[in-house]
């Protein structure tokens, strides 16, 4: 079985980005499974937003993953994905290298015989993020639980789309 490191390309990661602006619903799954980061606060910890996709998402019977890129020096703080663990959640982090392009300056920075630039090792960290399906289906249903009361947020925006606590608040008056 191949690993990520294995499949992790430079070349790969717009052409990833590109299949998924491609397909509807990989950008659906790919909004809900956002929407579980953003509701759990993982972008409140330093470095969580700064992430590039790299792999996924991959859509399983049970759970969504996607595998995030971090240079080195921007490690996500590892407390944001502890969040996730009580909820289902798995995490794996890895240390690895990637081989990027060098900025062409001057003809030294071509590979030998190509008009192609070199390439480097670039130090990063990899997080696959796998959030199960019933916790992506709570937050994308929009209901949470209160006080051992389930409350319905669509049924609370067309209320408030109605006005109907402002015709309560008024007859409350009279």
């Known amino acids: 079985m191949k690993t990520i490191e294995d499949k992790l390309d430079f070349w790969k990661v717009p052409e990833t980005v590109k299949n998924i602006y491609m397909s509807e619903g990989v950008i659906a799954t790919l909004l809900d499974y956002e929407r579980v980061l953003d509701e759990m606060d993982i972008y409140s910890f330093k470095n969580?937003?700064?992430g590039e996709l790299v792999e996924g998402p991959d859509i399983g019977r049970y759970s969504v993953s996607c595998?995030?890129?971090?240079?080195?020096?921007?490690?996500?703080?590892?407390?944001?994905a502890k969040r996730l663990l009580p909820y289902g959640c798995k995490c794996?982090?890895?240390?690895?290298?990637?081989?990027?392009p060098v900025k062409v300056e001057d003809p030294a920075d071509y590979r030998q015989g190509t008009k192609?630039?070199?390439l480097i090792k670039?130090?990063?960290?990899?997080?696959?993020l796998e959030i199960p399906k019933y916790l992506i289906n709570d937050i994308r249903q929009g209901s949470m639980e209160l006080e051992d009361m389930d409350i319905d947020m669509d049924d609370l925006d067309n209320a408030y789309e109605q006005d109907i606590d402002?015709?309560?608040?008024?007859?409350q008056e009279e």
């Open 122 to 128: 670039k130090p990063i960290w990899l997080v696959e």
């Open 166 to 171: 402002l015709e309560q608040h008024q007859e």
């Open 116 to 118: 192609k630039p070199r």
């Open 48 to 50: 969580w937003g700064l």
């Open 92 to 100: 794996k982090w890895k240390k690895t290298t990637m081989e990027v």
């Open 67 to 80: 595998v995030w890129m971090w240079p080195e020096e921007l490690m996500p703080d590892p407390r944001g």
